[in-house]
């Protein structure tokens, strides 16, 4: 099946610094990577995806890049805000196509 | 719209208890899931339910039995439980498959002692 490592587990920036979270992933069928944030207590939400043929995906302050030939792919934070600060996951589906979850960054951002 | 709906949002149990863990959703989608959420594990899938009427073990099925009622339910019972199930529990729902945005419940926490 398919793993998915994520690093780092802790991330803590300065506000309006940025961040970065990678993913690495085994599975060479995977085509779909979407990247959730969680604030404490709250459920997880989609924040952006990729799928595999788009190299880069970004949405105001959000990127996320792919590189297939590396089975990685990366969330790019810039100019963070105090509520950045949770959980983030990144996720890539498997061949029968279930996704499978890295195991999260905490991310923090100092005011 | 409510979106997807999970009871209980707490529960304590004793080790050999039983209990079902119900979700609902109005979004018409086809294919619903049960995720278990652990410190430093990520979520991990129990079991999933591609469309009304089949069911599929996930990663983690031991333990836990799930029913998609109809379209819109889809339970996770535990028969027996036990400590290394005290966990947050999450369901979710897509409109097919893992290949489309995933709507989580707002969790249940369970404690198993």
């Known amino acids: 099946g398919e793993n998915v490592e994520q690093h780092p587990s802790t991330l803590s920036v300065q506000e309006g610094d940025s961040a970065v979270i990678k993913c690495t992933y085994s599975?060479?069928?995977?085509?779909?990577f979407p990247w959730y944030k969680q604030e404490l207590g709250k459920r997880p939400q989609l924040i952006i995806d990729?799928?595999?043929?788009?190299g880069e995906k970004k949405d105001q302050r959000i990127a996320v890049t792919l590189n297939k030939t590396a089975k990685h792919f990366s969330l790019h934070i810039t100019e963070t805000q105090p509520e950045d600060s949770a959980v983030y996951f990144c996720?890539?589906?498997?061949?029968?196509?279930?996704?499978?979850f890295g195991g999260g960054t905490r991310l923090m951002v100092k005011p | 719209n409510a979106g997807v709906t999970q009871t209980p949002k707490f529960q304590v149990l004793k080790t050999g208890q039983s209990m079902t863990l119900q979700c609902a959703q109005d979004?018409?989608?086809?294919?619903m899931y049960w995720y278990r959420q652990d410190p430093g594990m990520g979520l991990r899938l129990i079991y999933y339910?591609?469309?009304?009427?089949?069911?599929d073990k996930g990663e983690v099925p031991n333990g836990y039995n799930v029913s998609r009622l109809n379209k819109r339910e889809f339970s996770l019972r535990l028969e027996s439980a036990a400590p290394s199930q005290t966990s947050v529990y999450f369901c979710?729902?897509?409109?097919?498959?893992?290949?489309?945005?995933?709507?989580f419940g707002s969790g249940t926490q369970l404690s198993v002692l």
């Open positions: 996720a890539a589906t498997d061949a029968g196509n279930m996704l499978t």
């Open positions: 990729i799928r595999s043929n788009v």
């Open positions: 339910s591609a469309s009304e009427g089949t069911t």
């Open positions: 979004m018409n989608h086809n294919s």
């Open positions: 979710a729902s897509s409109d097919w498959g893992g290949n489309e945005k995933l709507f």
């Open positions: 599975d060479s069928a995977s085509n779909y």
